[in-house]
């Protein structure tokens, strides 16, 4: 969206108005700057053309409704006359332009300001203004009739065009004082540098109040778990570099002797006038809301899911955990939610200077508010502490529990932490998903598909094995996606949950994981088990006091068993890991990388292909078969191939029209694999 939109407060002439019926709706106004019939009106299906709808949306918030307590610091931000908090939210749409009576809306909480729905389920581009055929796909969620709404709820994504993004109001002292507090950044660099900048990502930062401050501390060290070492104050300061210049820069550390790749510097520093971040769980509930309950909204519905990956996977678990379902007039908001590579966390989303880019990882992003205690749906008991929490013990109507879907792949076993969410805290016994909940495990997935082929770039030096796995999970993610509307919409079950279960066998520690002995792979040591994270005495009031957070004993984590070829036990084993070529694995060691070489790359897995024949197999010493033992001919490869998606479409975890789709891409694997002469 342009700029002058994410900025510009005042109302524009020439928008379309749509004001809801209520002199106390959430929803104060939508601006539609833009509506199109998409594809000059190409019909989807039985639901016929859709229209694209842009434009952005004015909230107001009540700092006195109950609902809303929960909202860090909204009693804090300025007020308008009738004593409202305000805020502004891009979006975008699609929508049949002939609504069914029951028509059900997917609203993605966008990723860092970007649109993910369409990738994954329409398999097509990615954009987060869809116009073109190549960005719309090839029609799924059009064809299953949804009203898709994309919601920037994030303040600190940069402006850009392509992003989605959210005017959060600052919150103030007594008497309009400014708020100051500890702000933290951590790199983990990769290689040689003079300037880090303090956001992460390209996000924006949070400046320095006093550049000479003697709270800003910059430190170093050689491991995560590593004694931190103060680099001297006179070696640094907050600059960047500027052509040939050195300028100031607020939201930049420079050092004249430059920052060393593979260690880990982590800066404390103090800032001011810190953003109501905790209205972005608000924004989320309210567009539901109004398209639920406003018969005037541009995008009405009668039902609607969430849908959340990676970061805003995390959210929709904080959204829960923090009873936001229920809306400020007491009604259900989200009637289902479909939380995606989420692992056990959640974030950094509604706290004093909170960051919400942040996360946390084995050996990147460190201590940040994510994993925290409870990590199940239903109530657990941490047994050091002898507190009992779950996601939904804080619901303000246990009716407004949603149907749940939480599906993570293999990266997130090993780098999220998501075996915490169906095991007891102590790793030692299963926790079954509650009645309205399924979970479901990608066996062998990294965190995002990397590209197919995997190019030479990416190989592990001297090693035959990959940086960056091909998987794609996307064709079983469209059949959870049907199952799941079908289960909102008609009260169809889905299929049943499949994971790796400690009573089973497939889910183990990891000294207890039965990895081949290939010789070019490496074994993992380590897998990111969380801390548990004291930030301070007014942590509960969503107030950090101490920067770093103090530590203590880990969580423990358990990963999917593996089989005689490497690639992940329990849970759903698509095309390519049920009629192998290779091994998937869902981590990655630092391999070639400055640092620390036995620690894991960040959302990253490892692609290692079988031995072609049996001659390669010796040559490599390689303990698994070789691809000419196990299948003999292409043709014999395609009809295991077609089998194993026959039984995906059985178990309901690939649609019928997606078989063909499978056995095209085994067969492009194959034909990478013995390229034709």
Not at 330 to 357: C, E, T, V
Not at 457 to 485: E, I, K
Request: hydrophobic share 40%.
């Amino acid at each position: 969206m342009p700029k002058s939109l994410r900025r510009s407060i005042p109302v524009m002439l020439g928008l379309a108005l749509f004001s809801p019926r209520g002199s106390t709706a959430e929803v104060v106004r939508v601006e539609v700057v833009k509506r199109v019939d998409v594809l000059g009106g190409q019909a989807f299906g039985s639901y016929g053309a859709y229209e694209l709808i842009e434009g952005r949306i004015l909230f107001a918030f009540d700092p006195g409704n109950r609902y809303n307590a929960r909202i860090v610091d909204l009693g804090r931000a300025p007020r308008t006359s009738a004593g409202l908090v305000e805020a502004w939210a891009e979006f975008t749409a699609l929508r049949p332009k002939h609504p069914p009576a029951n028509a059900l809306a997917l609203v993605e909480v966008t990723n860092r300001g970007g649109a993910w729905t369409l990738n994954e389920f329409n398999l097509a581009t990615t954009s987060a203004h869809p116009s073109t055929a190549a960005e719309l796909g090839d029609g799924l969620l059009m064809r299953l009739g949804l009203t898709v709404i994309w919601i920037g709820w994030q303040y600190d994504v940069p402006e850009s065009p392509d992003l989605l993004g959210l005017e959060a109001p600052v919150a103030l002292g007594d008497g309009g004082a400014a708020i100051t507090g500890l702000v933290r950044s951590d790199w983990v660099v990769p290689r040689a540098t003079k300037t880090l900048g303090l956001a992460h990502g390209n996000h924006t930062a949070y400046p320095v109040l006093d550049p000479d401050g003697a709270d800003n501390v910059l430190t170093v060290r050689d491991g995560r778990d590593a004694p931190r070492q103060t680099v001297p104050r006179s070696e640094w300061r907050f600059a960047r570099e500027a052509g040939d210049s050195v300028v100031p820069d607020g939201r930049s550390i420079y050092r004249t002797a430059g920052f060393e790749p593979g260690r880990i510097y982590e800066l404390v520093y103090r800032a001011e006038n810190p953003k109501v971040s905790g209205l972005s769980l608000a924004v989320v509930r309210d567009v539901i809301s109004n398209a639920k309950h406003d018969p005037a909204s541009p995008f009405a519905v009668s039902r609607g899911i969430a849908f959340g990956i990676s970061q805003t996977g995390r959210f929709l678990r904080q959204f829960l955990y923090q009873g936001f379902n229920t809306d400020e007039r007491g009604r259900k908001a989200y009637d289902g939610m479909f939380i995606q590579i989420a692992g056990g966390g959640r974030g950094s989303f509604n706290h004093r200077f909170a960051q919400p880019s942040r996360d946390a990882h084995r050996f990147d992003a460190f201590f940040y508010p994510t994993d925290l205690f409870p990590f199940t749906t239903k109530p657990e008991t941490d047994p050091l502490t002898g507190r009992t929490d779950g996601l939904l013990a804080h619901l303000f109507d246990p009716a407004h529990a949603p149907l749940i879907f939480q599906v993570n792949g293999g990266y997130e076993y090993w780098g999220r932490a998501a075996s915490l969410i169906h095991t007891s805290p102590d790793g030692r016994t299963d926790v079954a998903p509650v009645p309205n909940e399924r979970i479901y495990h990608m066996a062998g997935a990294q965190h995002v598909s990397g590209p197919f082929p995997p190019p030479e770039s990416a190989r592990h030096p001297g090693s035959r094995a990959y940086r960056n796995q091909p998987m794609d999970n996307r064709l079983p993610m469209r059949a959870l996606l049907s199952s799941f509307v079908a289960w909102v919409r008609d009260g169809v079950a889905p299929p049943p949950s499949a994971y790796p279960r400690l009573a089973t066998g497939d889910l183990v520690p990891i000294d207890r994981l039965r990895l081949p002995a290939i010789p070019d792979l490496g074994r993992p040591t380590v897998v990111h088990e969380p801390d548990r994270l004291d930030f301070g005495p007014r942590w509960a009031e969503g107030i950090i006091d101490h920067e770093p957070p103090l530590l203590g004993p880990r969580f423990p984590v358990r990963v999917a068993q593996v089989d005689s070829l490497g690639n992940e036990k329990g849970g759903v084993r698509v095309v390519e890991i049920d009629a192998p070529l290779a091994t998937y694995l869902p981590w990655n060691l630092r391999r070639g990388l400055p640092g620390d070489t036995t620690e894991m790359s960040r959302i990253l897995g490892t692609y290692l292909a079988l031995p072609r024949t049996e001659a390669e197999r010796q040559a490599a010493h390689d303990p698994r078969p070789s691809i000419a033992l196990l299948y003999g001919t292409k043709e014999a490869y395609l009809a295991r191939a077609d089998q194993a998606a026959r039984h995906l479409i059985a178990r309901r975890m690939l649609l019928p029209e997606d078989r063909q789709r499978a056995v095209e891409r085994a067969g492009a694997h194959w034909e990478w694999l013995f390229p034709r002469r």
